[in-house]
Antibody, heavy 121, light 108 residues
Framework: EVQLLDSGGDSVQTGGSLRLSCAAS????????MAWVRQAPGRGLEWVSS????????SYADSVKGRFTISRDNSKNILYLQMNSLRGDDSALYYC??????????????WGRGTRVTVSS | SYELTQPPSVSVSPGQTARITCSGY??????SYWFQQKSGQAPVLVIY???ERPSGIPERFSGSNSGTTVTLTINGVQAEDEADYYC???????????FGGGTKLTVL
């Protein structure tokens, strides 16, 4: 059974930093694209960042480019999101997600439960 | 950036058919996917590759694709179907997921 256990969310001040983690199990972690998707309170789903199975390919939404860094440790089956220079509009529930097709960005098959980030001044 | 457009809300009575549309250029020659999100829960995949149902999803859920518009159809809507529904496709060049804005389905 696929499990994605996301953690690391917290309340921080504007300009602060956080690192989110996602412990994955139940599948061959190293062959799947992983990503982070966020949802602000009362709002829709927003893709944040994706990373290839090897970790060599990454992409970011314009809203976080230059501030967030996605990475993975395939020896530990853990996905990370380093978030710097946090702003109020980064406040959201952040979901760790796994693609449904090995080696591709196609669709989200599995979701973590989400970890809450709150940014305030 | 590509966008997908959904109606903000759809309302139907129990037993009726609900249709939720999703349109946008990003759907051209791409598969579409639909998620159901109930209050306080993570999204759940209900349709993949335009019209396939994952195991455990009731047969009353179906999907269709007509180019730049895709449709999620729920036949014989039940009270438990009340939720937010999101369409999704992918930009394989940008390695990104594209979501519709979401549709709140209300069962009257």
């Amino acid at each position: 059974e696929v499990q994605l256990l996301d953690s690391g969310g917290d309340s921080v001040q504007t300009g602060g930093s956080l690192r989110l983690s996602c412990a994955a199990s139940g599948f061959s972690f190293q062959i799947y694209y992983m990503a982070w998707v966020r949802q602000a309170p009362g709002r829709g789903l927003e893709w944040v960042s994706s990373i290839s199975g090897t970790g060599l390919g990454t992409s970011y939404a314009d809203s976080v480019k230059g501030r967030f860094t996605i990475s993975r440790d395939n020896s530990k089956n853990i996905l990370y999101l380093q978030m710097n220079s946090l702003r109020g509009d980064d406040s959201a529930l952040y979901y760790c997600v796994k693609d449904g097709v090995a080696g591709m960005v196609e669709y989200i098959r599995h979701w973590g439960r989400g970890t809450r980030v709150t940014v305030s001044s | 950036s590509y966008e997908l457009t959904q109606p903000p809300s759809v309302s139907v009575s129990p037993g009726q058919t609900a249709r939720i549309t999703c349109s946008g250029y990003a759907l051209t020659n791409q598969n579409s996917y639909w998620f159901q999100q109930k209050s306080g829960q993570a999204p759940v995949l209900v349709i993949y590759r335009d019209n396939e149902r994952p195991s455990g999803i009731p047969e009353r859920f179906s999907g269709s694709n007509s180019g730049t518009t895709v449709t999620l159809t729920i036949n014989g809507v039940q009270a438990e179907d009340e939720a937010d529904y999101y369409c999704q496709t992918a930009d394989s060049t940008a390695l990104s997921y594209i979501f519709g804005g979401g549709t709140k389905l209300t069962v009257l």
